[in-house]
């Protein structure tokens, strides 16, 4: 597979930007891909393994032939279960084999460029700031996001309208405001929070990170999730034509399989 001679992280930064570059591929595979993967793991054909790639990229392929392979190797056969399990359960299934082999992947780097107990430390501090992917895939970075934001502004979702698209799009350095924000609170004085406050508690409900100032978000009318734009594929010019906007989870809810 990739990365092996071509691409050696030997730094804890490097290593770290190594993982969240793959994360974001399986992420992808998992949630705003997820009919394509879904079609790629044919149960008819052989062992197959979903890989994730510092460029934010994935695929599914057969493992590695040499042994041992150059890197770690993720689940062998997701495939095979495919058509035995509930999409949600399946998917949820390879999301947790894909986080063990993120971190095998993570720290085979520091053990082969010797890292030391402290940046074992730094690195795995690092990662655990993120959520895994099965905390992605089956919602619960949403419910702690959902959960974290309705402590710290409640008036803001009471004040929510469930009938339009709610799109917050900012501009670093800009002191025009943008067509369409996140609703403000109330009483700002009252929570003694700024706007500015609420959205750095948001996590996309797609990669888990972080609200940005410079960022592209949507929120989504079924179940109230922000999301980054791009993580979800919406432009800013395509959100303008929307009347209801449905994330792929909860429109994948609702697609049935034979």
């Known amino acids: 597979m990739d990365g092996g001679e071509q691409y050696n992280p030997r730094t804890v930064e490097e290593v770290f930007r190594d993982f969240k570059g793959r994360r974001a591929g399986l992420i992808k595979a998992l949630t705003t891909d997820v009919e394509e993967f879904y079609q790629r793991c044919d149960p008819e054909k052989e062992n197959l393994c979903l890989y994730g790639f510092p460029s934010e990229q994935w695929e599914v392929n057969l493992p590695a032939e040499e042994v041992p392979p150059e890197l770690p190797e993720p689940a062998l056969g997701i495939n095979f279960a495919r058509d035995g399990m509930q999409e949600k359960d399946w998917l949820s299934l390879v999301a947790v084999h894909s986080d063990a082999w993120l971190l095998s992947v993570a720290f085979y780097f520091g053990a082969r460029f010797g890292f030391d107990r402290a940046d074992r430390r730094k690195l795995f501090n690092m990662i655990n700031d993120l959520?895994?992917?099965?905390?992605?895939?089956?919602?619960?970075?949403?419910?702690?996001?959902?959960?974290?934001?309705?402590?710290?502004?409640?008036?803001?979702?009471?004040?929510?309208?469930?009938?339009?698209?709610?799109?917050?799009?900012?501009?670093?350095?800009?002191?025009?405001?943008?067509?369409?924000?996140?609703?403000?609170?109330?009483?700002?004085?009252?929570?003694?929070?700024?706007?500015?406050?609420?959205?750095?508690?948001?996590?996309?409900?797609?990669?888990?990170?972080?609200?940005?100032?410079?960022?592209?978000?949507?929120?989504?009318?079924?179940?109230?999730?922000?999301?980054?734009?791009?993580?979800?594929?919406?432009?800013?010019?395509?959100?303008?034509?929307?009347?209801?906007?449905?994330?792929?989870?909860?429109?994948?809810?609702?697609?049935?399989?034979?």
Request: charged fraction near 30%; proline fraction near 5%; hydrophobic fraction near 20%.
């Open 131 to 258: 959520p895994t992917i099965f905390e992605v895939v089956s919602g619960t970075a949403k419910k702690q996001s959902k959960d974290k934001s309705s402590m710290s502004n409640h008036s803001s979702t009471k004040s929510k309208s469930n009938s339009k698209v709610v799109i917050m799009v900012t501009q670093r350095g800009s002191e025009s405001q943008p067509k369409y924000s996140r609703p403000q609170p109330k009483d700002e004085d009252e929570d003694g929070l700024d706007e500015d406050d609420e959205q750095g508690e948001t996590l996309c409900g797609a990669c888990g990170e972080n609200y940005a100032s410079d960022e592209f978000w949507i929120c989504c009318d079924i179940c109230e999730i922000w999301f980054h734009g791009k993580c979800v594929k919406i432009t800013p010019a395509r959100a303008e034509h929307i009347k209801q906007y449905k994330c792929p989870s909860c429109s994948s809810n609702k697609r049935t399989r034979p």
